[in-house]
C-alpha cells in the first residue's frame, strides 16, 4: 500500500465542544440557530464524521471551568478539536489559554453569522488560535469543518 492511502485510510479523533447555552438549541430563536436540538445535531455530526472516516467524541457544558479542564484533558486523547464556545467566544481569555495549551488544530464554528450580529460578537478570543472559523452556515457548517480538519491532519497540519 503506498503512502497516501495508508494516510488517507487513517481514521482521527475529533473532539466536538460545545460551550455555554448549546443545549437549548431547539428552544433558541430558530431564524439564527434552526429546529435541530444538540442531540439532533450532535448525529448529524456523527453521520458526517463517519463518511470522512472520522471518529468524533462529543462535550457539552455550561460551566466554563468545565469547558477549560476539558481542553486541559485532551493531550493524547483527540488528534484535533472543532469548537463552539458559544458567547465565551467573545470574552473567555481562560478558554483561549486552554486552547493554546491543548496546541490541536482546531476550528471555531457558530451556526449564526457572528460577523452579521451584534458587534461584541464579531470579537473572537480564540480566532488566532484556529486555523479556520466556519459561521453562518447553520449544522451544514459543521460539515464543512470536518472536512477542513481531516485535510489539515492529513498535511500534518496546524
Do not use: K
Not at 32 to 43: F, I, M, Q, V, W
Not at 59 to 84: I, Y
Request: charged share 30%; glycine share 8%.
Amino acid at each position: 500500500m503506498n503512502d497516501r492511502r495508508a494516510m488517507n485510510s487513517r481514521r482521527y479523533r475529533i473532539e466536538v465542544m460545545h460551550g455555554v447555552n448549546l443545549d437549548q438549541l431547539g428552544r433558541r430563536d430558530p431564524l439564527l440557530y434552526g429546529t435541530l436540538t444538540l442531540p439532533e445535531l450532535e448525529r448529524q455530526i456523527e453521520g458526517h464524521a463517519r463518511e470522512l472516516r472520522l471518529d468524533t467524541r462529543f462535550f457539552h457544558t455550561n460551566h466554563e471551568g468545565t469547558f477549560v479542564e476539558r481542553l486541559h484533558a485532551l493531550s493524547g486523547q483527540a488528534d484535533a478539536v472543532l469548537l463552539n464556545p458559544g458567547s465565551w467566544t467573545h470574552y473567555a481569555w481562560a478558554i483561549r489559554d486552554a486552547l493554546e495549551i491543548a496546541a490541536l488544530p482546531a476550528v471555531e464554528i457558530h451556526l449564526s453569522d457572528v460577523q452579521r450580529r451584534e458587534q461584541w460578537r464579531r470579537v473572537s478570543v480564540i480566532g488566532d488560535l484556529c486555523f479556520a472559523t466556519i459561521s453562518g452556515r447553520g449544522p451544514d457548517g459543521y460539515r464543512e469543518a470536518l472536512v477542513r480538519l481531516r485535510s489539515e491532519l492529513e498535511r500534518g497540519g496546524a
